[in-house]
């Protein structure tokens, strides 16, 4: 019996143990189990930033670097240029000129080295000379003059009948004529140079190895841009220039040329320079509207300055074309000298002596190439010289 006690005792312990304690695993109030943490991420190195930047303040705003501009390119002056002087040039060019011009020479004196000269021989010594482009009046200058001569010396040598065609030639082209360039200051004041002719003759070219020319013998240039119909002339003066260090004044495409003109002497003025070389349009459309365009830029320029040489620029290989707008020039502007470029091309060298007997001006200045130091003072016996070949 007492052991039967024992057990229920037991059996009581028990269930009164387990009814507690499910009484505190559901009674009202009790916290819910803390959630299960994740794992933590591997901590990265700390990345320092500028000084300011992720410090933030309570009302404060954040004030990032500004962004950091690419470099711009570094854009060089041009290289100043040293010209050669202007001296000598001819002679150095002459071997250009004699393979131009030395085959209508050779045929000049086969044709008076014959034995005999009837009036076939003088007429094909005639068309020799009109076919180089000398023009029918010397021609027939040079024709008679010659005939007389060879009748007085009777028999001819090689070397005499060269020497009798040399001063023939030389005497055509005239060694007399004044060919230097008014290039001389007045006082403050600069000289002026007028560039005028037909676009396509290589007219601002010519302006631009000229300027090059006279940098070359120590003198200040300033260029006027006052082809204002071509924006390609102004930029191509602006090279020319820049290579050599002469300032060009220039205007706005279609702008007024006399105004450009007018501030180009006026630059040159201020800049105490010894010449301006303006370079002009060259538009033969109208002939009314050249003439009033040209005398405009003339008159304007000379409430500044005198207007000190006015060089017509003739492309050589263009012949009587060229003697053709010669005259249409000539009848606009005071021409005082020609400058006659791609001489050492297929040009007749006649053309020389056609175009000073029909305007009456000396032709000072020859295009002897396209580099930049091949405009030449013009040496009427190294050009007679080239053509008659050594």
Request: aromatic letters at 2%; proline letters at 7%; hydrophobic letters at 40%.
């Amino acid at each position: 019996m007492d052991g039967y006690l024992g057990v229920i005792v037991i059996v009581a312990v028990v269930a009164l143990l387990a009814a507690g304690g499910l009484f505190l695993l559901f009674r009202p109030g009790r916290k819910a189990a803390p959630p299960v943490k994740p794992p933590e991420a591997p901590t990265l190195p700390e990345e320092k930033l500028p000084p300011g930047v992720g410090e933030e303040d309570e009302g404060a705003t954040t004030t990032l670097p500004p962004p950091v501009k690419p470099a711009e390119p570094v854009v060089l002056p041009p290289e100043i240029e040293k010209p050669p002087p202007s001296a000598g040039r001819m002679v150095r060019l002459r071997s250009r000129l004699a393979r131009s011009q030395s085959a209508f020479g050779r045929g000049l004196l086969e044709l008076l080295s014959r034995d005999r000269l009837d009036d076939d021989v003088w007429d094909e010594i005639e068309e020799s000379l009109i076919t180089a482009d000398v023009g029918v009046a010397p021609t027939q200058a040079m024709v008679e003059e010659l005939r007389t001569k060879v009748k007085v010396l009777g028999s001819r040598t090689p070397d005499e009948v060269r020497k009798l065609l040399r001063e023939q030639l030389l005497a055509q082209v005239n060694p007399d004529l004044d060919r230097t360039l008014h290039i001389q200051k007045h006082g403050e004041r600069p000289a002026v140079v007028l560039v005028v002719g037909v676009n396509g003759t290589g007219k601002t070219t010519t302006t631009g190895k000229l300027a090059r020319s006279l940098v070359g013998d120590g003198k200040k240039v300033v260029l006027g841009a006052a082809d204002t119909f071509r924006a390609a002339a102004a930029d191509q003066l602006q090279t020319w220039g820049d290579r050599v260090g002469a300032d060009v004044v220039r205007g706005p495409e279609g702008g007024d040329p006399a105004s450009v003109a007018f501030d180009a002497v006026a630059k040159g003025m201020s800049e105490k320079a010894d010449v301006v070389i303006v370079d002009t349009a060259g538009r033969l459309h109208t002939k009314t509207g050249l003439m009033d365009e040209l005398g405009k830029v003339k008159r304007v320029i000379e409430k500044k300055a005198t207007v000190d040489e006015v060089l017509l620029v003739l492309d050589a290989t263009t012949g009587q074309n060229g003697m053709r707008q010669a005259q249409v020039f000539a009848e606009v502007v005071n021409i005082t000298g020609i400058a006659l470029t791609k001489l050492d091309g297929t040009a007749k060298g006649g053309i020389v002596i056609s175009v000073q007997r029909e305007l009456g001006v000396p032709v000072k200045l020859v295009g002897l190439g396209e580099g930049p130091d091949d405009l030449a003072p013009f040496d009427p016996e190294v050009f007679v010289d080239a053509i008659l070949g050594d």
